[in-house]
T-cell receptor
Framework: QKEVEQNSGPLSVPEGAIASLNCTYSDRGSQSFFWYRQYSGKSPELIMFIYSNGDKEDGRFTAQLNKASQYVSLLIRDSQPSDSATYLCAVSGGSNYKLTFGKGTLLTVNP | NAGVTQTPKFQVLKTGQSMTLQCAQDMNHNSMYWYRQDPGMGLRLIYYSASEGTTDKGEVPNGYNVSRLNKREFSLRLESAAPSQTSVYFC?????????????FGSGTRLTVV
């Protein structure tokens, strides 16, 4: 059974700070890693994906992947109140292309 | 630019009633999925269709059936609804069978079974 673990939070940060969201996964064969943002009452929205070890930056978002440690993270720089949402980590791998989702981390950015 | 369209958005059923949730995508994606989302449980895969003509069970298939009507449409049927099926249902699609491009989700169906 593949598992994706996230701290459920809530994670509370002040406006302008860096928010750090973490995720671990159990399947060493996993190849693709995704971060989704979900506002309350809305559907998940893809914000980042990463396939290779290291960092990937897109605007205020940076995804970090360490396959040896089976760890993926999302950093949000200059956090804004509009970033307040639940962030879902998702993993897929090899011939098993289905995504396995973590339960999500609730982020609150305080003005 | 509709993306993934789900109908209905809200539904209340009585125990034992049946219904079909509809999903259609206009992105020419091969793969389609049905998830349910419950508080504290995250997104759980019900059924998926890797390509037109194929369907497979996911993590929580009991009480559900699916039909991949064509490349665009993937429906989810509840034959005899139970209160345990009260949930938010999301349909999703992906560009390739490898899932390496992530999913695009529909807006969801909020189902209550009383």
């Amino acid at each position: 059974q593949k598992e994706v673990e996230q701290n459920s939070g809530p994670l509370s940060v002040p406006e302008g700070a860096i928010a750090s969201l973490n995720c671990t996964y159990s399947d060493r064969g996993s190849q693709s890693f995704f971060w989704y943002r979900q506002y309350s009452g809305k559907s998940p929205e893809l914000i980042m994906f990463i396939y290779s070890n290291g960092d990937k930056e897109d605007g205020r978002f940076t995804a970090q992947l360490n396959k040896a440690s089976q760890y993926v993270s999302l950093l949000i720089r200059d956090s804004q109140p509009s970033d307040s949402a639940t962030y879902l980590c998702a993993v897929s791998g090899g011939s098993n292309y289905k995504l396995t989702f973590g339960k999500g981390t609730l982020l609150t950015v305080n003005p | 630019n509709a993306g993934v369209t789900q109908t209905p958005k809200f539904q209340v059923l009585k125990t034992g009633q049946s219904m079909t949730l509809q999903c259609a995508q206009d992105m020419n994606h091969n793969s389609m999925y049905w998830y349910r989302q419950d508080p504290g449980m995250g997104l759980r895969l019900i059924y998926y269709s890797a390509s037109e003509g194929t369907t497979d069970k996911g993590e929580v298939p009991n009480g559900y059936n699916v039909s991949r009507l064509n490349k665009r449409e993937f429906s989810l049927r509840l034959e005899s609804a139970a209160p345990s099926q009260t949930s938010v249902y999301f349909c999703a699609s992906s560009e390739s069978g490898t899932g390496n491009y992530g999913y695009t989700f529909g807006s969801g169906t909020r189902l209550t079974v009383v």
